[in-house]
DNA sequence: CCGGTGATGCCCT
DNA sequence: GGGCATCACCGGT
């Protein structure tokens, strides 16, 4: 396959989620680079209770079950959107959440979009780092290769540096270990 | 630092 | 109508 880029993200998400940390999400807001580098994801299949598409497609996870490396953003709580990778073969139904950056550019910007906050606290999240990126539900669907908001690949990073535990916030499937982060990273949401 | 809790809307039963 | 892949704030330590 000559696109590296959907070839990666079309494996399982089981082997993404580890594979896209060390990678960055790169935001243009107002002519203003924002960028930052994933640090912290979670697995979701549809084989997996835990996941928004374990019950079959709705018109709610409808882009899940569609090509790797588009953007799944759901609402949840009322008052936060969380987002996450497409992954794995169409019809699938699996996804990598993203669950903390580090920043790397524009912090000026996503600390105006957190509300004045500084420092890990402004993206050690789900819902904090789309507050930050100004990531809601019209991004839902994005083609991540695409401006204004694109996936940057970077090289993986040492699996001595990946710590692989459960996952957090879920009531089912607790004992799935398909949460992945840097190990001693200060912008991991939870060690 | 820690645990408890209220806010608040959408999706699916 | 129940539950939710969350967060900020509050009070006690």
Same mark, same amino acid.
């Given at each position: ?15 993404? %989620? ?13 002519? &203003? ?12 299949? &549809? ?41 794995? %073969? ?82 089912? %499937? ?11 990273? &200060? ?5």
């Amino acid at each position: 396959m000559t696109d590296v880029f959907a070839a990666l993200l079309s494996q399982s998400s089981e082997l993404v %989620a580890p594979r896209l940390l060390g990678c960055e999400l790169s935001r243009q807001i107002d002519g &203003q680079l924002v960028r930052g580098r994933i640090v912290e994801t979670e697995a979701y299949d &549809q084989h997996d209770a835990a996941s928004h598409s374990y019950k079959g497609r709705t018109p709610r996870t409808e882009v899940m079950f569609g090509p790797a490396g588009f953007l799944y953003v759901y609402f949840t709580y009322g008052m936060h959107y969380c987002c996450n990778v497409v992954t794995g %073969a169409v019809g699938q139904g699996s996804a990598v959440l993203i669950r903390a950056l580090e920043p790397l550019a524009g912090e000026d910007i996503m600390s105006s979009n957190r509300g004045g906050i500084i420092g890990q606290r402004m993206t050690n999240g789900p819902a904090k780092l789309c507050q930050a990126l100004q990531i809601d539900r019209q991004w839902n669907g994005h083609d991540l290769r695409q401006p204004p908001l694109q996936l940057i690949i970077r090289p993986p990073v040492a699996q001595t540096d990946i710590v692989q535990t459960t996952r957090i916030g879920i009531t089912q %499937a607790k004992a799935v270990p398909w949460r992945f982060y840097l190990r001693n990273d &200060q912008y991991v949401s939870k060690v």
